[in-house]
């Protein structure tokens, strides 16, 4: 083979290798950046103070519905109360073997004993599964000595019942398009906490910290209208929440937030700020449900200038559906 023939095979062989490259680099790109879209999604509220059918409390439990799989976020304050709830308004749960707690505090997982008790009657598989975040099992001592984080009896108590607990230190993927945040960066210094007057703080592999609620995490849903979340408390603050769901999906709105944002107490000036952020993050639809409080539901929707349609107060038996909406029940009307 003469010397310019050579150069001809040569330039060809690393025109064909260069492409390859590229199109493997193109395709790896894709993947990174192409996640898999839910479908369909239906959430249910089955815990919270205002309810048009059951019981409502200072709690929050919502049953989510994506693309076959069932899922229970929190599991409402008093014992019985999810449990009366979804019997009432003829929601099946003893299929449902995920549970998600978004956080430690009693108003959210008051039920799950319960619930693991009675449903495995039917399924023993039911409510065995636990998703929490890393820190929801940390000591929280009191000043009269006693233990301010019910979680730790709790947890004997459920693993004795055959169940288990998945710790997630990050975000996680726990079914195709269907996220947990983990614990949430503070970017923002949003305090959508309150302290209880006996506590201490919380015992951390640092030590004893101001509890700022470090294993509060949401739920994050990738459809194909945008990002869909739901929070417990967002004790994390709802701007940072959503801020994290943003870095991992770059340049996809965020179409629904449901559940708890803890701004009950927050004033004029907090609601604004959140309203802004929130609308800057494109969202279409809010369930102000729990300890959001219902004149900040009022002020977000009007900030955010949404409708009596797309942004409502959370009762026992709304819910919100991909494609429909939100269905608020007579009393959020």
């Known amino acids: 083979m003469n010397s310019r023939l050579c150069k001809v095979v040569f330039a060809l062989a690393f025109l064909v290798f260069f492409e390859g490259s590229t199109f493997a680099q193109r395709e790896v790109e894709a993947g990174a950046t192409q996640r898999y879209q839910i479908h369909s999604l239906k959430v249910t509220i089955v815990s919270t103070m205002l309810a048009d059918a059951g019981i409502g409390e200072w709690g929050f439990s919502a049953l989510v519905e994506a693309d076959g799989h069932r899922i229970l976020v929190d599991t409402g304050a008093r014992p019985n109360t999810v449990l009366q709830n979804a019997r009432e308004l003829h929601v099946k749960l003893s299929d449902v073997e995920e549970v998600v707690l978004t956080h430690f505090h009693g108003d959210h997982v008051g039920g799950l004993l319960t619930l693991r008790s009675e449903l495995k009657k039917e399924n023993p598989a039911a ?9 929801i099992f940390y000591s929280r001592p009191e000043k009269d000595g006693s233990e301010g984080n019910p979680m730790v009896s709790i947890r004997r108590q459920f693993e004795a019942s055959g169940g288990r607990f998945i710790q ?18 503070r970017q923002f210094p949003e305090r959508n906490w309150s302290l209880s007057p006996n506590s201490l703080g919380v015992q951390t592999p640092q030590g004893l910290r ?24 967002g004790h994390a603050g709802i701007v940072n929440i959503l801020t994290d769901a943003e870095d991992k999906y770059k340049q996809t709105p965020v179409y629904a937030v449901l559940g708890g944002l803890h701004l009950f107490a927050a004033t004029d000036e907090q609601v604004n700020w959140t309203a802004d952020k929130m609308k800057n993050f494109g969202v279409a639809y809010l369930v102000g449900a729990h300890c959001t409080g219902i004149e900040s539901v009022y002020r977000l929707r009007e900030r955010m200038r949404l409708t009596r349609k797309t942004a409502v107060v959370g009762a026992v038996g709304a819910s919100f559906a991909l494609g429909e909406g939100i269905h608020p029940g007579n009393i959020a009307q």
């Open 168 to 185: 997630h230190e990050q975000a996680a993927e726990i079914f195709p398009g269907v996220w947990l945040t983990g614990p949430v960066p």
């Open 127 to 135: 409510m065995s599964r636990v998703h929490v975040a890393q820190g």
């Open 210 to 233: 101001e509890d700022n609620v470090p294993d509060d995490q949401s739920l994050v849903f990738n459809t194909s209208n945008g990002l869909v979340v739901i929070t417990g408390c």
